[in-house]
């Protein structure tokens, strides 16, 4: 079996001629290109990270993006076992994309179920790793070398990139300026080794990464200090496996008292993220005897799916004394209507009417349409009669537009007053008092 050499036979990048030349690029005297599996099946690696960086940069000039695949631990090595695969490899499972419950929509199917892979395996005995496999075949197409600087697995956004996107930042210099400025550093945008949506998502991910020091020890040190004055004060956190604040929720005891009193509709609200951490913010809102807005607790949330609304919506009620509000108002979010499903099961629901007006505009253009709509979204029917109603507004008008309009009809009992009259809602019919607080909490 033959050693690879360590000498530098990979062969040289040319970095300033706008991609990859893959004939530039050699095994033993042998061009990428040209590799077939008699090439490698057998050879020899020094090292893991020898094998690892020999197959992106073969990937790189050939025009494919890599995965990791098989990983064995062995007793006497860390990695036994290491395979790497196209990144078209395999086939997505047929359920993944049909799930009833599924509410973003499905990513755009990239697997081809290509072939093309390479393994080594440990040997113990001469201490190295030696190829068992090396598939190059691909029923795929392609990148051509130009464009080969944009491949995923090629990408790589360092954390030097990101110290000085954030230092620039921190001076008033936007992100996409200051990559800009990488890629004048650079010497171009094939040396630069990312794009600029790699930087804004690595910046991004970074900020929502709050750890439990700085920041949030002092918030948690606050709100503890807020209850040493305040029996009733109440405050709950979760964090994830690397003990990353998650979700933190808190009320006072007026607000207890308010809710109380006054809980019995509750508006249920988030605010886009506005904060300086890309954190969605929860107010539950209410409405007292006057008509004048009640605040009955705030949430710092992690992100806006099922599980998180469902875990904020169980903390509010737990540190309400478990009482359940009779009705809820809320926008038009998928996945807070399935939380409230979930904890408060059979409560009346209705959906924000500046909403669904806001909605409405944008479906529908016919303003003879569109005041039919309307008519059936405010007039104080029977649910009997709505139907009728409802039967002859799509004959007559034959809506292009049938898909918005079924969906629509499916939510009729949170929005038509026709099945919303004799439910209590406290004289509220949309989220506004929620978004009146919200523009309170964004000016300070």
């Keep these: 079996m033959e050693n690879f050499p360590m000498n530098g036979s990979v062969g040289n990048q040319n970095k300033n001629c706008g991609g990859i030349n893959a004939s530039l690029q050699q095994y033993n005297g042998k061009p990428f290109t040209k590799l077939c599996t008699d090439d490698l099946v057998g050879k020899w690696f020094e090292t893991l990270e020898a094998a690892n960086k020999f197959y992106y940069d073969y990937a790189h000039a050939i025009g494919f993006s890599v995965r990791k695949d098989v990983l064995r631990r062995g007793k006497d090595i860390e990695v036994s076992i290491r395979q790497w695969c196209c990144s078209c490899q395999g086939f997505r499972p047929d359920d ?3 799930r009833p419950k599924r509410v973003r929509t499905a990513r755009k199917e990239t697997r081809t179920g290509c072939k093309a892979v390479f393994l080594v395996n440990y040997c113990t005995k001469n201490k190295r790793y030696v190829v068992r496999n090396f598939i190059t075949d691909h029923n795929h197409e ?32 936007r992100t996409c300026h200051a990559y800009e400025y990488l890629v ?17 998502n690595k910046i991004d991910g970074e900020r929502r990464e709050i750890m439990l020091e700085g920041d949030t020890e002092a918030a948690l040190a ?45 508006l249920f609200d988030s605010t886009y993220k506005t904060n ?11 409405s ?49 209507q399935r939380a409230i499903e979930t904890v408060l099961p059979g409560c009346p629901h209705r959906l ?43 004959e007559e008008f034959a809506p292009k537009n049938s898909r918005w309009f079924a969906m629509m009809y499916e939510k009729r009992e949170k929005w038509a007053e026709a099945y919303c009259r004799g439910k209590f809602f406290a004289r509220m019919r949309s989220t506004q008092r929620c978004e009146g607080m919200n523009k309170y909490v964004k000016d300070y």
């Design 222 to 266: 606050y709100l503890n200090g807020k209850r040493e004055g305040d029996s009733q004060f109440y405050c709950k956190f979760s964090v994830d496996e690397e003990n990353r604040l998650c979700n933190l929720f808190w009320r006072d005891s007026r607000s207890l008292i308010d809710y109380e009193s006054y809980g019995d509709v509750l």
């Design 184 to 200: 004048d550093k650079a010497g171009g945008y094939v040396n630069v080794g990312f794009r600029i949506k790699d930087l804004y």
């Design 276 to 286: 300086c951490y890309h954190k969605p913010l929860v107010l539950f809102v209410g």
């Design 142 to 173: 392609l990148v051509p070398p130009a464009d080969s600087h944009f491949l995923r697995s090629r990408r790589n956004c360092t954390n030097s990139d990101v110290a000085q996107a954030t230092v620039l930042r921190n001076v008033a210099i």
């Design 352 to 394: 924000c009417s500046w909403h669904i007006g806001k909605s409405v505009r944008a479906n529908v253009k016919d303003d003879k349409l569109r005041a039919k709509f309307y008519k059936l979204m405010w007039d104080s029917t029977n649910p009997d009669e709505f139907e009728r109603l409802w039967t002859n507004m799509i």
């Design 96 to 98: 993944d994309a049909n």
């Design 288 to 336: 007292s005897n006057h008509l004048t807005s009640i605040v009955f607790g705030c949430a710092l949330l992690l992100d806006e799916t099922i599980e998180t609304y469902t875990w904020v919506l169980q903390t509010f009620i737990s540190s309400m004394n478990d009482k359940k509000p009779i009705a809820v108002l809320t926008d038009g979010d998928e996945s807070m």
